[in-house]
Nanobody, 118 residues
Framework: QVQFVESGGGLVQPGGSLRLSCTVS????????MAWYRQAPGKQREVVAS???????NYADSVKGRFTISKDNAKNTVYLQMNTLKPEDTAVYYC????????????WGQGTQVTVSS
């Protein structure tokens, strides 16, 4: 069973930065795609960024140019560098994974809270 442990969230002022980490177990990390999702209060969970085994990345329009997803296969860890944070980035952030050609996992970790506020 896949397991996710997210960390790195916190309270930050608008314009600030945070780096989220997610360590994954139960997958062949090097060939699986990884993604960061977020869920704000009262809203549906949405994908923020994804990275595939060949290094291709995709970003939601709302975070393009501000967020960067990366992964370290040796550490089974995916990162989300978030710069120029805005109040609308406030949410619980989760990571997820899927095998090549497969579906995103039905399992979720506890997430990490990001609050952007002055």
């Amino acid at each position: 069973q896949v397991q996710f442990v997210e960390s790195g969230g916190g309270l930050v002022q608008p314009g600030g930065s945070l780096r989220l980490s997610c360590t994954v177990s139960g997958t062949i990390f090097s060939i699986y795609a990884m993604a960061w999702y977020r869920q704000a209060p009262g809203k549906q969970r949405e994908v923020v960024a994804s990275i595939f085994s060949g290094g291709t990345t995709n970003y939601a329009d709302s975070v393009k140019g501000r967020f960067t997803i990366s992964k370290d296969n040796a550490k089974n860890t995916v990162y989300l560098q978030m710069n120029t944070l805005k109040p609308e980035d406030t949410a619980v952030y989760y990571c997820n994974t899927r095998p090549p050609g497969g579906s995103w996992s039905a399992y979720w970790g506890q997430g990490t809270q990001v609050t952007v506020s002055s």
